[in-house]
T-cell receptor, first 113, second 116 residues
Framework: KNQVEQSPQSLIILEGKNCTLQ??????????LRWYKQDTGRGPVSLTI?????NTKSNGRYTATLDADTKQSSLHITASQLSDSASYIC????????????FGTGTKLQVIP | EAQVTQNPRYLITVTGKKLTVTCSQN?????MSWYRQDPGLGLRQIYY???????DKGDVPEGYKVSRKEKRNFPLILESPSPNQTSLYFC???????????????FGPGTRLLVL
């Protein structure tokens, strides 16, 4: 069964600090991995998309890494801001010709002053 | 502005009263999908559509119907809603949905449904 597990479930950090969110997956055949940011009460917004051949992908202060051998990914947030408070969702796609996705349950990040 | 819109945003209904949640995108996307999001669970796919008149079941299709008569619209129909369908629903679209094309999936703002 395809699964995507994220840790921690929730995290509180001080504004300006860095943090790293983890994603482990058991998905086959792997197509790509995405990280989304979801503000409370809103739809997810794409941050990064990576294939198995990519190790790192950045989007501003967000940097995602992927280790396809160990089936692990991380999202590193640098110099956090209050606006980073949101849920971060790891999404893995399988290649069935069309894109079949499995969502993680997300990490809820709260950045406090 | 490129966007996915959903209506209504909030809905309270009673068991058994048919309802439709509309979804529309203005990006000429072929692929559209419906998800539900429940506390402690990741988003789960209900139905998806690869193109007009082409729809298929996702992971949790029971109790739902969809139609795709036009490229831009993908309504979600609950023929006889039950309390276990109380959830936050998202519509999403992407250009083709073909694996390997690394297309961004755009989500709507969500519809919060309460079935009493």
């Amino acid at each position: 069964k395809n699964q995507v597990e994220q840790s921690p479930q929730s995290l509180i950090i001080l504004e300006g600090k860095n943090c790293t969110l983890q994603c482990n997956y058991t998905v086959s055949p792997f197509s790509n991995l995405r990280w989304y940011k979801q503000d409370t009460g809103r739809g997810p917004v794409s941050l990064t998309i990576m294939t198995f051949s990519e190790n790192t992908k950045s989007n501003g202060r967000y940097t995602a890494t992927l280790d396809a051998d160990t089936k692990q990914s991380s999202l590193h947030i640098t110099a956090s801001q209050l606006s980073d408070s949101a849920s971060y969702i790891c999404v893995v796609s399988v290649d069935w010709g069309y894109q079949k996705v499995t969502f993680g349950t997300g990490t809820k990040l709260q950045v406090i002053p | 502005e490129a966007q996915v819109t959903q209506n209504p945003r909030y809905l309270i209904t009673v068991t058994g009263k048919k309802l439709t949640v509309t979804c529309s995108q203005n990006m000429n996307h072929e692929y559209m999908s419906w998800y539900r999001q429940d506390p402690g669970l990741g988003l789960r796919q209900i139905y998806y559509s690869m193109n007009v008149e082409v729809t298929d079941k996702g992971d949790v299709p029971e109790g739902y119907k969809v139609s795709r008569k036009e490229k831009r619209n993908f309504p979600l129909i609950l023929e006889s809603p039950s309390p276990n369908q109380t959830s936050l629903y998202f519509c999403a679209s992407s250009l083709s949905g073909v694996a390997g094309r690394l297309e961004t999936q755009y989500f709507g703002p969500g519809t919060r449904l309460l079935v009493l």
